[in-house]
């Protein structure tokens, strides 16, 4: 068995194996990773980042062989204790089999079902919303096709300044095209600038997914609900009923949105993990 490091120089290699919508995930985040090889054949993989304080994020797991799954978390032991990282955390779907789950317990890991903060649901659902009942739009929500790139830069910017960056780590990089410009949608305020963002970025697998959500002018429970109504609006004029859309409710605008909207919304069932790391 092989154990190969995961980088930038390489990592096209294993695009298939890592799959369409994480792979993309990882021309945005900065990674670290490890697969194991036999005869040319990836048996087991694992992606991870560091946080700021002493953690490792694993985001990504893939075993076929549990001994390849021992030479990756050996050469991962290896790797954070030299990081000196305290402690380990791992979140899975349930959808990767049990067998990850027992593999994950052998390697010291306390394992959890949980729920994942990621809510998927399709068009029909959102457009039989009851804020959509109402489908008046707040004066100023517009289509991200509607303004410039400058201007989505520097509302961007003021988004950056809030602390607000969603999904995106490096959001102030990324162009405006990078997202749905049909179906995005944006709040410019009296003074002409933007001062909210719906934004959505269409996944390799067609899904749609949230990438940032955000409204910074007073008015939140007016502007941003009209954006979503325009939002949803605009995906039934260019997606059949039945596209799914991946929300992410990973602050809290996007956590109010989703039980106010979709109370009956349940997140991905997914494996939890955390270890402590006695170096």
């Known amino acids: 068995m092989e154990i190969f490091t995961l980088d930038r120089s390489n990592i096209y290699y294993y695009e298939d194996y890592i799959g369409e919508d994480f792979y993309e995930k990882l021309e945005t985040m900065d990674f670290h990773g490890l697969v194991a090889e036999e005869e040319l ?46 402690e380990s955390h791992i979140v899975i779907p ?51 096709s509607e303004v410039t790139e400058e201007e989505f830069k520097k509302g961007i910017s003021r988004c950056v300044a809030a602390g607000k960056t969603g999904l995106c780590e490096n959001i102030e990089d990324i162009p405006m ?29 067609q899904m749609l997914s949230f990438q940032l959500m955000v409204c910074l002018d007073k008015d939140v429970g007016t502007i941003l609900p009209g954006m979503m109504r325009r939002f949803v609006s605009s995906m039934e004029e260019y997606y059949y009923p039945d596209v799914k859309i991946i929300l992410n409710r990973h602050n809290e605008a996007s956590m109010l949105l989703s039980e106010k909207l979709l109370p009956r919304g349940f997140g991905i069932p997914v494996y939890v993990g955390n270890r402590e790391e006695n170096h």
């Open 94 to 144: 349930v959808s990767q089999s049990s067998e990850n789950k027992d593999i994950l317990k052998e390697e010291g890991f306390k394992v959890r079902l949980s729920e994942s903060d990621d809510i998927i649901v399709t068009l029909s659902e959102l457009s039989a919303m009851p804020l959509m009942k109402d489908r008046k739009i707040p004066e100023g929500v517009k289509l991200l």
């Open 177 to 205: 095209k990078y997202f749905d410009e049909d179906v995005s949608t944006c709040y410019v305020n009296g003074d002409g600038d933007i001062a909210g963002f719906i934004l959505f970025h269409v996944l390799p697998s």
């Open 41 to 86: 054949e990836a048996k087991a993989g694992i992606i991870w980042r560091y946080s700021d304080d002493n953690t490792s994020l694993i985001e990504w797991f893939r075993v076929s062989d549990k001994e390849a799954a021992k030479d990756v978390f050996n050469a991962y032991d290896e790797i954070i204790r030299n990081k000196n990282v305290k």
